[in-house]
């Protein structure tokens, strides 16, 4: 499994990771991050800074509320990312998504050639789609099939990880699918935990391989 998700990092392809409260889900954004190729111009947008990678290529942009008695606006996650796209990183971070409008901001500049990795509230890959679509259908006004479609076209690689037997886990790694099925994200399961697994000896299942316009890669 972390063959598989050092070569997504290195190859630059755009990475959601999600879980629950306190599954470390920020613990394994600054782990994952460190996979990414010496040299490349890392900017990380957060709110608060929390992700650290031991590079001398990273920036951070951090996002801040409106100071309390004067007129000076807030400036957001959103505004940090539309920023940091003049500043030609060759990777963007969110820290976590929690709103519709860094969402798109964040989605925008993955559909326009750039990688990234954020991580998201979700208990599960189902979940994870549709509280994206629901955040920027609340925030943004963008129908569910249109957020759904940008959710598929924005995001390469879905980690999931939770709890279990009081330890943190990788519970699942997907590839997401760029065509949505009856409707849906469609994710192709490449790692699944075993449920079964004991807590002296957890135990993962590959179930899938990596595709390539629908083809399966050697």
């Known amino acids: 499994?972390?063959?598989d998700l050092q070569t997504c990092m290195q190859d630059g392809r755009r990475t959601l990771i999600c879980g629950g409260t306190r599954t470390g889900k920020t613990t394994m954004l600054s782990a994952l991050?460190?996979?990414l190729p010496e040299g490349w111009r890392i900017l990380k947008i957060e709110d608060?800074?929390?992700i650290w990678i031991d590079r001398e290529t990273v920036q951070t942009v951090e996002a801040r509320p409106q100071a309390r008695g004067t007129e000076v606006t807030p400036y957001l996650l959103a505004d940090g990312v539309d920023d940091a796209m003049r500043m030609s990183p060759d990777y963007l971070i969110i820290?976590?998504?929690?709103?519709g409008r860094a969402a798109m901001?964040?989605?925008r500049a993955l559909m326009t050639g750039h990688s990234g990795c954020c991580t998201l509230h979700a208990e599960s890959p189902r979940e994870t789609a549709d509280r994206l679509a629901?955040?920027?259908g609340t925030d943004m006004?963008?129908?569910r099939a249109d957020a759904l479609r940008t959710v598929a076209s924005a995001i390469d690689v879905q980690v999931q990880i939770g709890i279990r037997h009081d330890k943190r886990r990788v519970i699942s790694i997907?590839?997401?699918e760029k065509e949505l099925k009856n409707g849906s994200v469609w994710f192709n399961t490449l790692w699944r935990y075993d449920e079964s697994s004991s807590l002296g000896d957890p135990r993962w299942m590959r179930t899938g391989e990596w595709k390539q316009n629908g083809q399966e890669l050697d």
């Open 1 to 3: 499994m972390m063959d």
């Open 33 to 35: 991050c460190n996979f």
């Open 48 to 50: 608060p800074e929390e």
């Open 95 to 99: 820290g976590e998504v929690r709103d």
């Open 105 to 107: 901001s964040l989605f």
């Open 134 to 136: 629901g955040l920027m």
């Open 141 to 143: 006004g963008i129908n």
């Open 174 to 176: 997907s590839q997401v």
